[in-house]
T-cell receptor, first 110, second 112 residues
Framework: DAKTTQPPSMDCAEGRAANLPCNHS???????VYWYRQIHSQGPQYIIH???NNETNEMASLIITEDRKSSTLILPHATLRDTAVYYC???????????FGPGTRLSVLP | DSGVTQTPKHLITATGQRVTLRCSPR?????VYWYQQSLDQGLQFLIQ???????AKGNILERFSAQQFPDLHSELNLSSLELGDSALYFC???????????FGSGTQLSVL
């Protein structure tokens, strides 16, 4: 599975959009981009995933560049409860496991 | 609530002992994954089972073993415990065709 690079930390003002970047320059054609988050010491929570088209659900939007070498997770109106570590993972559909890197620690500030 | 149940929530034991962590996956999920999270290592994949069969193995020590039973619940056995085994152990499950992982709330293991 391709490796990802994320900034170690980011701040965002409450109510503003949080844009979390992820680089995956070695991604292959059949690898999906997944995002999970972990709030404090809770179990990680699935957010969204996509292959090449932009995706949106009730939690977030995922924007994948045309060359698929990077993506951005967007939380449109961040709240204090969105403070968490966000993990970007690339993985083949049906791949054997999810490899979690260090992620980005997002702090939403009042 | 993810639907994945892990017991116990907390476990305190001594070095050299053996413990068993239990995981009940979401109803209908055939795959179970075990992860270890310590402060300095992040989330480390240990092992995956699919419908009772071992599917993938990660950085799991020989002192650790796991199995998935016919009712699909899974157990992670940790033996000859060392101080460094202190960590949060997470179980996750996924359906056969759905690629989302659903994590339990974890078992906090403290080895004293």
């Amino acid at each position: 599975d391709a490796k990802t690079t994320q900034p170690p930390s980011m701040d965002c003002a409450e109510g503003r959009a949080a844009n979390l970047p992820c680089n995956h320059s070695t991604i292959s054609g059949n690898e999906y981009v997944y995002w999970y988050r972990q709030i404090h010491s809770q179990g990680p929570q699935y957010i969204i995933h996509g292959l090449k088209n932009n995706e949106t659900n009730e939690m977030a939007s995922l924007i994948i560049t045309e060359d698929r070498k990077s993506s951005t997770l967007i939380l449109p109106h961040a709240t204090l409860r969105d403070t968490a570590v966000y993990y970007c993972i690339v993985r083949v559909l049906g791949g054997q496991n999810f490899v979690f890197g260090p992620g980005t620690r997002l702090s939403v500030l009042p | 609530d993810s639907g994945v149940t892990q017991t116990p929530k907390h476990l305190i034991t001594a070095t050299g002992q053996r413990v068993t962590l239990r995981c009940s996956p979401r109803s209908g999920d055939l795959s179970v994954y075990w992860y270890q999270q310590s402060l300095d290592q992040g989330l480390q994949f240990l092992i995956q089972y699919y419908n009772g069969e071992e599917r993938a193995k990660g950085n799991i020590l020989e002192r650790f073993s796991a199995q998935q039973f016919p009712d699909l619940h899974s157990e992670l056995n940790l033996s000859s415990l060392e101080l460094g085994d202190s960590a949060l152990y997470f179980c996750a499950s996924s359906a056969a065709t759905n690629e989302k992982l659903f994590f339990g709330s974890g078992t906090q293991l403290s080895v004293l």
